[in-house]
């Protein structure tokens, strides 16, 4: 028999269970799972997968769950694949030098040939390892803003569900963590035959990111604003948002030239001030589309568009979506906890 494709799971504390396990589950399960589904009659499996961390020592990951890692980096020289799992990190702090084993790991198996793939905060693990300099790159939506500042020469796509872009160079980026579901997807493509990804995905239910990750993301709250003047304009127009003209009147309010102004509002947040207005308006909007009946041009008109047009356009462009179909997208939701209400 050929030997199984080999597939590691890189881990580490900050590693969530429901990556690192869901992604073991259905990958172990590819060969043996539809046979006895459809016709009681298990089948083989077709995949080795490895539960890799820097230790062989058991530890707990994100949420207290016990991980016992079947290897350690210096056991595993040779894989097809590696998947850097999710490594929770903050939004505001690369891991400098954290995972100085990880990284030299990932460079030399990545050198030997293997695949090197990440899922959400994996990829901020793997842009240290410099792998990703010159290329796009997946990964959760809520990291936009520290590649843009740690790591410059990496095009973050924060859209982007599953990135191949430098699939021939062995390097494949996942975005937010059910993401996981996708880039499984694709490896047991690759490595096994579509007919098998299309047999996962009828066992395990696997889909639903078509629109990508635009229409999950959130405006970035981060509040490290030094500058006191404009730390009291993001203020004021969080809770002022309609208010016409936004930009001129947080000028007038704050004192400065509207030259003056737009300089260090753009130093303090990254943004342009109209930029961060429209960031505002357009996720006040997803809320009352997200929990109201309000039709979408009066929503619109709640947050500051008087032309109906422009909005739906802005709205678009920014989450990926029409207003509409936007609030299509999360009426099963608010329909399941208004009938979990009401139970």
Request: net charge neutral; glycine share 8%.
């Amino acid at each position: 028999m050929p030997a199984r494709p080999r597939i590691a799971l890189l881990v580490a504390p900050e590693t969530s269970a429901s990556v690192l396990y869901g992604l073991y589950d259905v990958l172990t399960t590819v060969g043996p799972m539809w046979p006895d589904m459809t016709a009681a009659e298990p089948g083989e499996e077709l995949l080795e997968v490895r539960i890799v961390a820097a230790s062989r020592e058991p530890f707990r990951c994100f949420g207290g769950i016990a991980v016992e890692p079947h290897a350690s980096l210096a056991e595993v020289d040779r894989v097809d694949a590696v998947v850097v799992c999710d490594m929770y990190t903050p939004i505001g702090t690369p891991p400098r030098g954290k995972y100085a084993a990880e990284t030299r790991w990932l460079r030399d198996v990545h050198a030997r040939g293997a695949l090197v793939a990440s899922v959400c905060s994996g990829s901020v693990l793997l842009a240290e390892t410099g792998l990703l300099d010159g290329r796009t790159c997946a990964g959760h939506w809520a990291y936009a803003g520290l590649f843009a500042e740690a790591y410059p020469r990496v095009a973050f796509q924060p859209g982007a569900i599953l990135d191949l872009a430098s699939e021939p160079d062995g390097i494949v980026t996942a975005g937010g963590v059910t993401s996981w579901q996708e880039l499984a997807l694709y490896l047991i493509g690759r490595f096994c035959g579509p007919e098998h990804a299309a047999r996962t995905a009828k066992v395990y239910l696997m889909g639903g990111h078509e629109h990508g990750q635009l229409p999950f993301a959130a405006m970035s709250r981060r509040a490290r604003v030094d500058d006191a003047v404009v730390a009291a304009s993001v203020a004021w127009i969080d809770e002022h948002p309609q208010t016409p003209n936004p930009v001129t009147a947080m000028v007038e309010r704050s004192g400065l030239t509207p030259r003056t102004f737009a300089r260090r509002f753009t130093a303090a947040t990254g943004r342009r001030p109209i930029e961060h207005v429209h960031g505002v308006r357009v996720e006040r909007a997803r809320e009352m589309l997200e929990l109201g009946a309000l039709p979408v041009d009066d929503v619109g008109y709640a947050v500051g568009y008087e032309d109906p047009t422009f909005f739906r356009r802005l709205f678009k462009r920014t989450t990926g979506l029409t207003p509409a179909a936007y609030r299509r997208k999360y009426a099963a939701i608010v329909d399941l906890r208004e009938t979990g209400s009401t139970a």
